[in-house]
């Protein structure tokens, strides 16, 4: 009898060589996001099949309220994709046109998300496949919308909490921020994140030596242009 450890050892083996042994497909998209209006509702966006293989594409729309996680969207048919399925041979690119069915005037921005997948198709010889899938935001934003960030600095149960609240239309998009004690960089993570229209966002930094400051200057990158403030530690 082959011992446990030995045959899962070899059915690992078997299963990376079938992945490295599998023809290997890798989608591109251009623009990587999407910006519409009441007065210019549609867009096109280019998938290209970077890949060895052919390869079969199914775009979806979903309506994106909060979170982008995939289990979070909403299936919507107010955000138009055609073709919906399209096959591609490798190295060959087509458009998608993207279209906002509605002409109903905004207030407040409406924002989607396109999901550009790879269909696996069963039958190939090769081994396994694994199923690409491209999340791009799309934008419907009427004229005069703007995020309006509220930022403030608090503690919880595992430390230091920042924190924006967007207050306007408009989403804010934090493409890369800082955080300052004295004027010196603290090392810590502040990833980037898409804040919708009336949605708030938090990052975990952990426990920090504030060594002594009852407030950390915030640098950050923005789709509002560069924001640098100094924001008061709540809770000590």
């Not at 269909?119 to 081994?127: C, D, L, S, W």
């Not at 407030?215 to 709540?234: D, F, K, M």
Request: glycine share 8%; net charge positive.
């Amino acid at each position: 009898m082959i011992p446990i450890r030995l045959l899962a050892t070899f059915l690992f083996a078997v299963l990376l060589l079938a992945a490295a042994t599998a023809p290997a497909t890798t989608l591109s998209v251009a623009p990587t996001r999407l910006e519409l209006a009441p007065d210019r509702p549609a867009a096109a966006v280019t998938v290209t099949n970077d890949g060895k293989a052919p390869v079969l594409v199914q775009v979806e729309t979903f309506a994106w309220r909060a979170s982008p996680a995939t289990a979070d969207l909403e299936p919507t048919r107010e955000l138009l994709a055609v073709p919906p399925v399209l096959r591609l041979a490798p190295g060959e690119k087509q458009l998608v046109r993207v279209a906002r069915r509605s002409n109903t005037p905004l207030q407040v921005e409406e924002t989607y998300r396109l999901l550009v997948s790879e269909v696996p198709e069963g039958g190939e010889r090769g081994g396994v496949r694994l199923a690409l899938r491209l999340s791009l935001p799309v934008f419907v934003t009427p004229p005069g919308a703007r995020a309006a960030p509220r930022w403030r600095l608090h503690r919880d149960h595992a430390g230091l909490v920042l924190e924006v609240r967007n207050l306007g239309t408009a989403h804010l998009h934090v493409r890369e921020a800082q955080i300052l004690v004295h004027g010196r960089v603290l090392p810590v993570t502040v990833a980037p994140a898409y804040v919708l229209a009336g949605q708030t966002h938090q990052w975990a930094l952990g426990e920090l030596r504030l060594e002594g400051a009852h407030a950390l200057g915030l640098r950050a990158e923005t789709n509002l242009g560069e924001i640098e403030l100094l924001v008061p530690v709540q809770g000590g």
